[in-house]
């Protein structure tokens, strides 16, 4: 690792809000919030990694929605006893000098029998259809839609009043917004369906809806994804033109940042171009963005069919070409994950080149984590 590591380290503003350096931390699922309350253990989860981050984007918060949930132990973003959980969360990041922003989420056909908070509520998708597009869930009406949307609104208005620094939806991987964009899951016949342009309406409403309920500074995240869980080979779009479509009205919309989910940060997105999908993203839409993928590891996620993720063990590797890339501006923050898992004080670890005290990534780190 021989790169300028410092570019890491150049802050950097997004409207109001002030990055002390580049690193994000991306949102994790932990099942570690017994009655869906972030509690200590949570926080100092947080905490100890805020120490050198700039950004913290929290794991999936789901939204006040009574089909939102698919897991047990996740962490809600509604009711008395999150709130405070969050607050107390977001309190300690700040001290540490940090920003957290929540990632907002709603699971759609990921949600199975028996899951709370009401056992008795189906999968709500876009068509009614399963992630192996069996027709078992429930088909969502416009007024579903509808409130699906102030349900999404109402979670950043509350993430923007316990204190958090801004929001991310989750548009990626497969869960319910994704579940708009792919024609394979969205076979509607209505103003939510059929064009490119139709089937991203839903998010786009929820951005705008987001936006008008949180006002013109508080930042908005937007993550999206070209791979599924259950197909890392799907691409929404294939062509630059197609990405431009796309893109343009969550800009429109209000989105400040865009986060674009990829399983290796440094494969090209197209043809004829070196460029990734967050460098293509910011070339189109003039937005900053985030690169994931693979950050710092010798070896990349697995899932099965049903889309469920697997770990395998991984090593410390180079940084120099996403420093390259950092350097040339193709994109402005960079997402680490694994790394940042197996080593809490990574950043601190690269910034003074002790690379010896990198410690890889194994899944029974998964065990003892806190």
Known sequence: ?????????????????????????????RNRSPGNIPGEKVLEYYRRRAKSVGMIVTE?????????????????????????????????????GARIVAQLWHTGSARH????????????TPSGLTQKFEPLCHAMTESDIADVIDAFATAAADARGVG????????AHGYLIDEFFWEK???RQDRYGGTLA???RFAAEIISAVRERVGPAF???????QWKQHDYNARLVHDPAALEAFIAPLVDAGADV?????????????????????????????KPTIAVGNVGMDADLLSDEAGRIGYRPASPATLDDLLERLEREEFDLVAVGRALLANEDWADIIRNQDYARLRPFSKDLLRDLH
């Open 113 to 124: 029998p028996g899951a709370s908070p009401d056992p008795q509520v189906p999968a709500f």
């Open 198 to 200: 139709n089937r991203g």
């Open 60 to 96: 999936g918060t789901c939204i006040n929605h009574p089909a939102a949930n698919a897991y047990r132990d996740v962490p809600f973003i509604y009711g008395e006893g999150p709130l405070e959980g969050w607050k107390r969360i977001v309190d300690a990041v700040h001290a540490e």
């Open 185 to 187: 899951s969205n076979l």
């Open 258 to 286: 865009l986060h674009c989910s990829t399983r290796r940060y440094w494969q090209p997105e197209f043809e004829g171009s070196n460029l990734n999908l967050a460098g293509w993203v910011k070339k189109i839409s003039g």
């Open 164 to 171: 958090f620094d801004g929001v991310e939806i989750h548009g």
């Open 1 to 29: 690792m021989i790169g300028n590591v410092e570019v890491l380290f150049r802050p950097l503003q997004i409207g109001e809000l002030q990055l002390r350096n580049r690193i994000v931390m991306p949102a994790m699922t």
């Open 219 to 225: 930042p908005v995240i937007f993550r999206w994804s």
